[in-house]
DNA sequence: CGATAATTTGAGTGAGGTCAACTTCTGTGG
DNA sequence: CCACAGAAGTTGACCTCACTCAAATTATCG
């Protein structure tokens, strides 16, 4: 490509979107500066904090969003009430099912959150136009995929204990991608979430983590800062895989 | 489009293609008379008897395949032998993962099932080539995510009489999609299947059918053969969504 | 018809659930 | 800075649903 024209192309690409990590490991790493500013037009970004409910279970789809900051749920409930998380999600992945009317589950900030917003038409006419978006949100649906049935064989398979050591991993994994050995992280879920996720009660998440700590596996503080000694041993008590 | 042209490409579609599920409602439906003769010189029809193995956990891939007839069963298997059925393929689905290399589960033939096997290279280059078959592809994987979430919510928090009450309505979808009422079908699972794919054990499985069948919402002959006389209480009886 | 596998049934046990009390965190206002 | 209130998390006692192990029954196939 010609230099001067590649020094001319980064120089388009919107204030907003420049060290915006969408746009270097997620979804718009994929656009040209073209899209990105014609994107940006109708983007916006928005803080929610918490427990703010993003998407109801069964509610019409109007926008996409990449998560830039933050850890979002998705869960489905019960008629009675009983839940489950069904996936989590964690920046820059980018959210929301293009082309299907209806959100399938609900999808709840779990920590304090950062979002780009996309609205439904720009983003759905984007993808017709570029089959390397469309690629890429492949790629995340298979990627999604994969974690959903590891996560089958957790529910479906494992014991407390080891359903408890999984999703320490799995956050782990998260918050330190290739660190070996050992690993300090704050949990971006409550008891009642992780619960949720692992289809427990509160009360057993809670003895188990007891149990982890006892055993010298974790060491915790104020209830979410953990530290792991060593990930491998955790690894192995979660299942080792 | 010219009507001459459009009754020779119809004579130029290859004769195994004419009548074959997979080209009217599989992933074959989008590609032109032409790339189905490229693809068929090297297609190859196969049929199996229940049990095979079709691939192995980390194994490499080297084809993927059209379900043409039968019920292929996707599980995971722990170090220790716990067994999770993280999905379920019926024809005509499409089985196996473009571009990645390693398989991350089994697959297995749960009953007699004829494949259409197409060789890795070419399938990918018709990926490239064609957007559309791309997109069908990513339908099928959101699919698959979207039933492997619904999944996960039967395994994490239903009980063992909705469980395998949840597993006798997905298969009557399968069997009759439209039947409203009553219905009729064989199970394509054993119970040890059954048991792996809920996250029970084989009694646990009988001890609910036997329920089930007490409480008049199914009856079974010789194991497989399942009438259900009411799809709607099934379907409550399995958590009612 | 006999052999083997698949399924059902029974008795006893245990992992995780339920309910309730207690402790620890967090944030707010005096 | 402390006191207090409400939320979040922990711990204990007890119970239940599903697991384990074992035996009986039924289906399948040569």
């Given at each position: 490509m010609d230099a001067q024209l590649k020094i001319l192309d980064i120089h388009e690409v919107p204030l907003v979107c420049r060290g915006c990590d969408a746009r270097h490991n997620g979804v718009?790493?994929?656009?040209?500066p073209h899209q990105l500013t014609e994107l940006n037009k109708h983007s916006q970004r928005k803080a929610v904090e918490a427990g703010t409910e993003l998407i109801g279970q069964g509610q019409q789809v109007h926008s996409y969003s990449n998560i830039l900051k933050g850890v979002v749920k998705l869960s489905k409930i019960m008629a009675d009430g009983r839940q489950q998380i069904v996936g989590l999600q964690f920046a820059p992945d980018f959210m929301g099912r293009p082309?299907?009317?209806?959100?399938?589950m609900a999808a709840e900030a779990a920590t304090d959150t950062e979002l780009c917003v996309l609205p439904r038409k720009i983003l759905e006419r984007m993808i017709s136009e570029s089959s390397e978006l469309g690629s890429r949100l492949h790629n995340q649906a298979l990627t999604e995929l994969d974690e959903a049935r590891d996560w089958m064989l957790t529910l479906g398979r494992k014991s407390a204990r080891e359903k408890v050591a999984s999703l320490l991993v799995l956050v782990a994994a998260h918050a330190?991608?290739?660190?070996?050995g050992d690993c300090a992280f704050e949990l971006p879920l409550s008891r009642a979430d992780i619960a949720d996720f692992l289809g427990l009660t509160i009360e057993t998440v809670s003895r188990q983590m007891t149990k982890l700590r006892k055993d010298g596996l974790i060491h915790i503080e104020n209830n979410r800062q953990v530290y792991v000694p060593d990930l491998d041993k955790l690894a192995v008590t979660a299942g080792g895989d």
């Open positions: 718009c790493s994929t656009l040209t082309f299907h009317g209806e959100s399938l330190d991608p290739d660190r070996l």
